[in-house]
Every structure is written in structure tokens, then in C-alpha cells.
């Protein structure tokens, strides 16, 4: 009797032991084997009486866990077998974490209600668990972005239900099985980007009639395009770009009635294109560049009512298209560039179909340029460079005003330009270069107040330049070389502040150059040479901090050389065949100058072919004169220099005996005109100019005049090894010559100190100009050509050196500036060489690098290549563009990558950007943005090599490329940003 009255007390006692059910128990198991950086699942207690309304936890009405949603919260650790042991458990989904380790069959195969399992972007290794496909209710299969490695298991031809299979971007090897086409089930199959062995596509994926999605990109596909896809009438996307295809594309895949979108692009395809593509009605996109393609568009495409965007272009915008080129479900972008395609162009184009971009560039269409391309007023861009065009540019786009890019250069367009083009307000690119355009630049020009970009080089335009374009505020570049121009240059043209570059080579354009023109601040080149400008050259030149580029060869300019232009940094400088005279200033009286000032009979210097022989009489008697004070001061000097010397000698004497009785050795790898005893008489703390994990730098100012950085390292006397690892390191390193590479002189040793001497670099680390008190004073032109200097550094220890050499500390602060702001790579204290048998990748025992810049990879494989360094590079590359530090408090516990991409995803770009830099490089800021997405994507596979980085920045500049976008696949590959094509 009393045992049944104490019942109901030992009920309460054990509900408040064990409150939480069976399912929360599993689940308070599963996240016991889990770091949670982030705290996302710190709500999941013990004491609560049901984990249903735990973060990431979804129940059924009768309160049984059914879903597990945690996606993106940095969770560390194993995929938990018992999650699998949550009877009703029915949806997992832990992308975008650090899951790792493998995942063996034992952990899936109590999963009887499971029908979605998404793992994507986490760190998962090993073979593909066979029991997958023996879930009997799994309908979707996620796996992209992990480090599966291994075939393809045959197990996979037998799932009963799977819908959707997406593998991408793993490490999975053998060939694409032909028994994926026994699973009838499937409406996606997604294997892309795969280092697969090379096969064919295998026939039998035709098989599969409820296919919807077909994404084979980068699989190293060859052969050709089996005839059997045809069959997949219900397919929507059919993607096998990017792979080794070739033959003729299948007149077959006309059977693909329901196909939205067909990707080709990037294999060895040829022949024409079949005329049955062009009556699927339900087609809106098509891309086959840069493939063999000949022959001429087939007449239908033009006509084809639903068509959004039809590509045969070797460059492409990154991800989706933009919304202003989706209007009314019709063709409003035809991208066609880089090809060899020919043929006319309907005079009806554009009639039917609302017009936003058209680019048929570098090609071989010949005819007259459509009349009705702007027929629905909604075209934005005009692209046409590098093809056979003739005839004149029509009226009707004169009335265009929703231009905004306008390019015809490199065709065989003549007659005058119409009067109503020059004057279009959103117009910021005109070029029109290299064609038999004739007549005057009109005032109309005034209306082009958006106009950044004017190119009319190559032409045979004449006149004056109207006074007008003083007024276009944004116009930064000027290329009119090659012309038949008259007159002066406008007094107006000092109103243009922003002008970088002014090319007027060629003409016959006369007068002085106007007054006030250290107002272009922002000029970098300006070429007048070929005309007949004369007066004197005006010293205003000299202060215009950006130029580096000056030629005003050919004309009539008189006077003085000014001795201001001494100031200037110019890459090139020519004042040669003019009327000037006097002495030369003394920086100019080099070998390397003589070139640009022949031609100037009255013009004298020490340099061989300049003046007569009286005014180098004359100048010889000056210098005569010269050398007597020269020797009436050295005496001075001789004198104070005795007294200097007794008092440095002493000094220099006690630091000698002190290093003889410490045995300091100096190993050289140049020549120096120094010794350890000067260097260990600098190492005074108030020298010491930073401070780092590895050791102690200090400036040392030397006798001979010369400074260097010494860098002393920590000392561990414990550590035997370390004392031979060094001097294998630094056999290593002492052989590097490379310009972007800081120069090690020599280093000095003695027991367990370690002295490095390296070049001094005067303006310090990148960044401390990025984030210290002088952030915001490199302009974009500063930080791109940094940006440069560095990648060039990097290429060459990953490229050039043997054995390779990875960095493993690469960040802004390891990124040196010399005097001009020459970039140069520092700080190897933790590089390691990979050895070739080592196959490229070195396991390390410790973690090195600094926080925000170390790969993901790395962090929890502690496996190093040089994509490592690649994805450090990419932050610094953030850095550069956001003038953010790799971490802040502002950034909520995330890193600069993850700030960005949230950034880009829920703010858009114009958040991203460093507000300090100047709207003008806008473009080409977005480009390099691009490519540090590209550098910091989780997965190693996907980061492009040091050497490609390299060819990526220097087409990043809109000057040197006209087709500057080479990262489509940065959305696929990452999922980050959906980028602006230049």
C-alpha cells in the first residue's frame, strides 16, 4: 500500500532525470560529437521535455523529430550514426558546415524513413556509401562539394525512388556509368565538374524519360554527343559544357521539345548548327562557344518567339541573367562573339523582339548593321568589334536613347557618324575605332554627359575638337590617334578632372597645350606626338602625380627641357624631333633618355648626338668648375669623416669581439658589403620597427649608406631539428631571384639564434596602408598594380621554382611595399617546399597561417598545396577591394569571405565595395572582385592555379581585353555572387 501511494512521486522523480524522449537523446548524442563555433545549437538542452523546438529540429503533430535543418553554421565533426536511429526521421539537410571524416554504409542503413539527405559543401572524404541506395523512400541525394573520392558504386543503378542526384564537385574517379540509366525515376542528375576518367557519355542516360535536369560539365567527356539523348523529351536543362566533345552537334537533340536551356560551350564541337534547335519553342537559352562552329545562323533563331539569350561567345556573364534582359519571355540578348560564324543579318532584327544586348564580336558577319536593333527602344549595348560591317551607321540608332554601350571598332564602316549618337545621355562607351568614319566631332557631344569612354582612333574624322567636350565631367578616356583633327586643343579641356588617358598621336593639331592643366590630376598617359602643338612645354606637367606615360615626339614644342618633369615616374617619355634647346636637366643626362630627345638640334647635354661642339665647350667649363668645389668640399668631408670614422670603429670593434666570442657565422646569397658585426651592432630595441610570431625586425642603417631589414628569429633551444630544418629552408629561399620576391641578403647564425637580412622596403606592409592610419590612400590603380606584383611573387614560387614552394602565410601585412609602391612577397618563416614524389601535397603536424586567411581545407585536414595559399590570396584580393581586415567584430563572429558573400547576397555589391575608391574603375574593381570568389571557394578543385590568377588580373583591365569576363562559373562553383559582365 505504501509502495503504490510513493508511485506517483517516483513517476515525477524519473520525468525529471530523463525529461527529454528517446529522439532528443539521439540527437543530444549527435551534437556531443560536434564542435559549434557559432553556438547555433546551444538551445538544445537535456532538461527539456521535447527537442521539437530546438534550433534546426522539426516534429510531427504528435511530437516525433521528422526534420534536422542546420545549414551553414561552421559545425565541426562526423556525420553521427544515430541520427539514423530517429525512427520518423525523414528530411537531414547539414550543408555548408565542416562535416568530415567518412561516411561509412554502417551510419545510413538504419535510415528506413529518410527520402532527403542533403551533406553539400562540407569536408566528407572516402568512397561513396553503397547503402545509399538501398533507402527505400530517399528521393533526394545532395553530396556536392566534398572530397568523395573512387568510382561511382554500382549500387547507384538500383535506387528504387531517387529523384534528384547531385555529386558535383567531388574528387570521384573511373568513368560516368552507363547503369545510372536503370534508375527511371530520376529527374536530375547532376555529376559536373569531376575529374572523372575520360569516357563518353554513356547512351544509355537516354533511357531516362522523366529526366529534367542533365549536368555533366566538366567531366572529361570525349567522344561525341550520343543520338540517344534526343529521347529525354522531358529534359529542361542539358548542360555537357566544358569538356573534350567532338563532332557535329546531334540533329536529334531537336527531340528535346520541353528544353529550356542547352550549354555546350568549351569543347571541340563542329560543323553547323542544326537547323532543328531553332523551331523548339520552349527554348530560351543556348550556348556553344568556343567550340569549331562554322556556317551561319540558322534563319529561325531570329524568329523564335520565347528565346531569352542565344551564346556563342567565349565569355559569359557569371550566373543568371540580369533582369533587364528578361522582358516579355522574348529574345532580348543574342551574345555571339568568338566565332567563326559569317553571314548578314536579317534588315527585320529586332522588329519582333525587345532588343537589350547584342554582341556579335569577333566574328565574320558582313552587311549593313540592322536598321531596326532599337525598334522596341529597350537596346542597352551594341557590340559589333572585329567583324567585316560596311556601310554607314543607321540613323534610327541616333534615337536610341537606352544606349549605354556602343561598340563598332575593326569593321569597314564609312560615312559620317549621325549627328543625334554623339549626344545619347546614358552612353558611357563609344568606340568606333578602326573603321573610314569621315566628318567633324559635333557639339552634340555636350549631350553625352554619362560618356567615360571615347575611342575614335583609326578613322578619318577632321575638324576641331568641339569646345563642348569640356563639358562631359565623366570622360576619362580620349583616343582620337590616327585622324585628321585640326586646330587647339579647347581651352575647356582643364575642366576635365577625371581624364586618365588623352591619345590625339597622328593629327594636325596645332597651338599650345592650354593653361591650368595640373588639374588632371588623374592623368596617367597623354600622347600629342605626330602634330604640330608649339610654345613651350608647360611645368605643370611635372606635378601630375599619376602620369607615366608623356610622348610629345614630332611636333614644334621650344624652349627648355622643364626640370620639373624630373619628378615624374614615366614608364615612357619621348620629347624627340622637336625645336627645344638649353641644358638638359641633370636626371635626364642618361644613356636611358637619349632616345627621347634626338632630334632637337639646340638642345644640349652629356649624352652623345646632342648640341654642338660649342655648347659642349661651354659645358665642359662648368663642369670644370664644378670639380674644383667638388674638391674643396671633399676636404671638409675628409675631415669630419676621420673624426665619424675613429668614433664608429670603436663601436664596431666592441660588437666584434663581442660576435668572436659567440662564433657568429654569415651565409651570403648575394654580394654584400657588409658583415655580421655591423649588423649585430644595429640590433637595438629603438630599431626595431615590428614584431610577429616569428620573430623581431629591426631597421639597420649600415655604414656604406644602405639599409636593411633584420629579422631575428625566436629561439627555441629544445628544438634540435629546428636548427636543420632552418638551413634547409634557407638553402632554399636564399635561391629565389625574382623581382616580387623580397631580396634575402644573407643570414647569421650562432647556436640558436637566427639572424635573416633582408632588402628594406620603406613604405612597410600592405596592411598597415589598408587598415592602419593611413587607410584609404591607395587609390584602386595603387592597389590593382600591388594586387599584380604580389600574384606575379606567388606564380613564381608555385610555377617557376623546383621544388614548388607554398607560402603558408600569405597576407597583407607578408606584402611589402618598396619607395614607388612596388609590391613584393615577405615573411617565408613557415614555407615549405613540396617535393615532387610527395605528389603536391605535404601534411603538416601544426596549423600555420594567420586567422582569416587560412583555407578550410587546411584548417581541419592540415593537408597543404598551393591551393592553400591561393585561397589566402584571394582574402588579400578582398581586402583590396572592401578595405576591410581579414576579421573584425563587425563582421558577427564570420570572416571576411563569409561577410562578403552574406553581404552580396542580401545587400548587393554597392555594400562590398571600399566607398574610398573611385566609381570610374568600378568595372574592373568587379572583375578582380570575381576573381578573389574564384580564389576563395571551399573547395581546392575549384580555385584556379597562381599562374591563371595572374593571366585573370591582367585581363581584368578594361584596356587590355575586350572581353574581360573569363569567371562564368564562379555562381556554379561557389554559390556566391551573381556578377556584372564588363
Known amino acids: 500500500m505504501r509502495l503504490l501511494r510513493a508511485l506517483p512521486f517516483l513517476l515525477f522523480v524519473f520525468q525529471t532525470v530523463a525529461s527529454v ?108 556509401p553503397s547503402s545509399l541506395a538501398y533507402l527505400p523512400l530517399l528521393r533526394h541525394l545532395d553530396l556536392t562539394g566534398n572530397n568523395f573520392s573512387g568510382a561511382i558504386p554500382p549500387s547507384f543503378g538500383r535506387f528504387p525512388n531517387l529523384e534528384n542526384l547531385s555529386l ?242 575593326n569593321n569597314l564602316l564609312s560615312g559620317e557618324v549621325p549627328r543625334s549618337l554623339w549626344g545619347l545621355p546614358h552612353v558611357y562607351l563609344l568606340d568606333l575605332a578602326g573603321n573610314k568614319f569621315s566628318g567633324r566631332i559635333p557639339p552634340a557631344i555636350a549631350g553625352a554627359t554619362n560618356l567615360s569612354n571615347l575611342i575614335l582612333s583609326g578613322n578619318e574624322f577632321s575638324g576641331e575638337i568641339p569646345t563642348e567636350i569640356g563639358t562631359l565631367a565623366s570622360l576619362y578616356e580620349l583616343s582620337a590617334d590616327g585622324n585628321r583633327l585640326t586646330g587647339s586643343l579647347p581651352a575647356s579641356f582643364i575642366n576635365l578632372a577625371e581624364l586618365q588617358k588623352i591619345d590625339l598621336e597622328r593629327n594636325s593639331l596645332s597651338g599650345e597645350i592650354p593653361d591650368g592643366i595640373q588639374a588632371w590630376k588623374r592623368l596617367t598617359e597623354l600622347n600629342l606626338a605626330g602634330n604640330a602643338f608649339s610654345g613651350e612645354i608647360p611645368p605643370e606637367l611635372g606635378s601630375l602625380p599619376l602620369l607615366n606615360y608623356l610622348d610629345l615626339s614630332n611636333n614644334s614644342f621650344k624652349g627648355r627641357v622643364p626640370p620639373e618633369l624630373q619628378n615624374l615616374k614615366l614608364n615612357k617619355f619621348n620629347l624627340s624631333n622637336n625645336l627645344l634647346s638649353g641644358d638638359l636637366p641633370p636626371f635626364f643626362e642618361n644613356e636611358a633618355f637619349k632616345a627621347s630627345f634626338l632630334g632637337n638640334p639646340s638642345l644640349c647635354g652629356d649624352l652623345p648626338g646632342l648640341c654642338s661642339s660649342k655648347g659642349s665647350s661651354r659645358k665642359s667649363q662648368g663642369y670644370l668648375w664644378l670639380l674644383r668645389s667638388f674638391f674643396i668640399l671633399a676636404g671638409f668631408i675628409l675631415l669630419a669623416g676621420l673624426g665619424w670614422f675613429y668614433y664608429r670603429y670603436k663601436k664596431i670593434g666592441s660588437a666584434k669581439d663581442e660576435g668572436d666570442k659567440c662564433r657568429w657565422t654569415l651565409t651570403s646569397f648575394h654580394k654584400v658589403g657588409f658583415s655580421e658585426h655591423e649588423i649585430l651592432y644595429c640590433l637595438d630595441e629603438d630599431n626595431v620597427i615590428g614584431s610577429g610570431a616569428s620573430g623581431k625586425v629591426y631597421r639597420a642603417v649600415l655604414s656604406n649608406g644602405e639599409t636593411v631589414a633584420v629579422k631575428k628569429l625566436w629561439c627555441n633551444p629544445q628544438n634540435s631539428a629546428a636548427g636543420d630544418a632552418f638551413e634547409a629552408e ?82 597583407s601585412s607578408n606584402i611589402l611595399l618598396d619607395a614607388e609602391f612596388g609590391a613584393k612577397v615577405a615573411d617565408f618563416g613557415v614555407a615549405k617546399a613540396i617535393e615532387p614524389l610527395e605528389k603536391g601535397v605535404k601534411s603538416m603536424s601544426i596549423i600555420a597561417g594567420s586567422c582569416g586567411y587560412i583555407a578550410p581545407e587546411y584548417a581541419y585536414t592540415l593537408r597543404v598545396n598551393e591551393k592553400s595559399d591561393l585561397y589566402s590570396f584571394g582574402v588579400v584580393l578582398l581586402e583590396l577591394v572592401t578595405g576591410k581586415p581579414p576579421v573584425d567584430q563587425d563582421y558577427g563572429g564570420k570572416d571576411l569571405v563569409r561577410w562578403v558573400c552574406g553581404t552580396l547576397d542580401t545587400k548587393g555589391v554597392g555594400h562590398v565595395v571600399d566607398p574610398k575608391l573611385d566609381a570610374c574603375f568600378y568595372d574592373e574593381i568587379l572583375r578582380v572582385l570575381n576573381i578573389a570568389l574564384l580564389c576563395t571557394s571551399n573547395l581546392p578543385m575549384n580555385r584556379p592555379s597562381m599562374r591563371m590568377v595572374v593571366k585573370m588580373l591582367v585581363e581584368a583591365r578594361p584596356e587590355q581585353t575586350r572581353f574581360a569576363d573569363s569567371l562564368k562559373d564562379v555562381k556554379h562553383n561557389t554559390g556566391l555572387y551573381d556578377g556584372v559582365k564588363p
Open 21 to 128: 524522449n528517446q529522439d532528443g537523446l539521439f540527437l543530444l548524442k549527435f551534437r556531443a560529437g560536434l564542435d559549434d563555433p557559432l553556438g547555433a545549437l546551444s538551445d538544445w538542452k537535456a532538461d527539456d521535455e521535447t527537442p521539437c523546438n530546438w534550433s534546426g529540429v522539426s516534429c510531427s503533430a504528435a511530437g516525433e523529430v521528422t526534420a534536422i535543418e542546420i545549414v551553414g553554421q561552421d559545425l565541426q565533426g562526423p556525420f553521427h550514426p544515430l541520427l539514423c536511429r530517429i525512427p520518423n526521421l525523414s528530411f537531414i539537410s547539414l550543408a555548408r558546415n565542416f562535416i568530415n571524416s567518412t561516411l561509412p554504409d554502417a551510419a545510413l542503413t538504419p535510415c528506413p524513413a529518410l527520402a532527403h539527405l542533403d551533406l553539400s559543401e562540407n569536408l566528407l572524404v572516402g568512397p561513396l
Open 168 to 409: 558535383v564537385a567531388n574528387l570521384l574517379s573511373g568513368t560516368i556509368p552507363g547503369f545510372l540509366g536503370r534508375v527511371p525515376s530520376l529527374r536530375q542528375l547532376n555529376l559536373s565538374y569531376n575529374p572523372f576518367t575520360p569516357g563518353p557519355i554513356p547512351p544509355e542516360l537516354g533511357d531516362l524519360v522523366s529526366l529534367r535536369v542533365l549536368w555533366l560539365a566538366g567531366c572529361n567527356l570525349i567522344g561525341s554527343i550520343p543520338p540517344s539523348l534526343g529521347r529525354l523529351r522531358s529534359l529542361l536543362n542539358f548542360d555537357v559544357s566544358r569538356n573534350d566533345l567532338e563532332g557535329a552537334i546531334p540533329s536529334s537533340l531537336a527531340g528535346l521539345t520541353r528544353v529550356v536551356q542547352i550549354e555546350l560551350y568549351k569543347n571541340s564541337l563542329s560543323g553547323e548548327i542544326p537547323e532543328g534547335l531553332s523551331k523548339i519553342s520552349s527554348l530560351r537559352r543556348i550556348d556553344a562557344s568556343m567550340n569549331r562552329l562554322e556556317g551561319t545562323i540558322p534563319s529561325g533563331f531570329f524568329d523564335l518567339p520565347l528565346l531569352e539569350s542565344f551564346n556563342f561567345y567565349e565569355n559569359r556573364l557569371i550566373g543568371g541573367l540580369p533582369d533587364s534582359v528578361t522582358r516579355a519571355g522574348k529574345l532580348s540578348e543574342i551574345r555571339l562573339f568568338s566565332n567563326r560564324l559569317n553571314g548578314s543579318l536579317p534588315a527585320e532584327f529586332g522588329i519582333k523582339s525587345p532588343l537589350a544586348v547584342v554582341d556579335l564580336s569577333d566574328n565574320l558577319f558582313t552587311g549593313e548593321i540592322p536598321r531596326s536593333l532599337c525598334e522596341q527602344g529597350l537596346l542597352e549595348e551594341l557590340m559589333l568589334i572585329d567583324n567585316n560591317f560596311s556601310g554607314a551607321v543607321p540613323e534610327a540608332l541616333g534615337s536610341c536613347r537606352s544606349l549605354q554601350r556602343v561598340r563598332l571598332g
Open 730 to 811: 634557407i638553402a632554399t629561399l636564399g635561391k629565389i631571384r625574382h623581382k616580387n620576391i623580397v631580396k634575402l641578403w644573407c643570414c647569421c647564425a650562432y647556436k640558436e639564434s637566427r639572424l635573416l637580412v633582408y632588402e628594406y622596403m620603406p613604405n612597410g606592409g600592405l596592411g598597415e596602408l589598408l587598415h592602419g592610419p593611413k587607410a584609404g590612400s591607395l587609390s584602386w590603380p595603387m592597389r590593382y598594380k600591388i594586387a599584380m606584383d604580389a600574384a606575379e611573387g606567388l606564380s613564381y614560387l608555385h610555377h617557376d621554382c623546383v621544388p614548388p614552394i607554398v607560402h603558408r602565410d600569405v597576407k
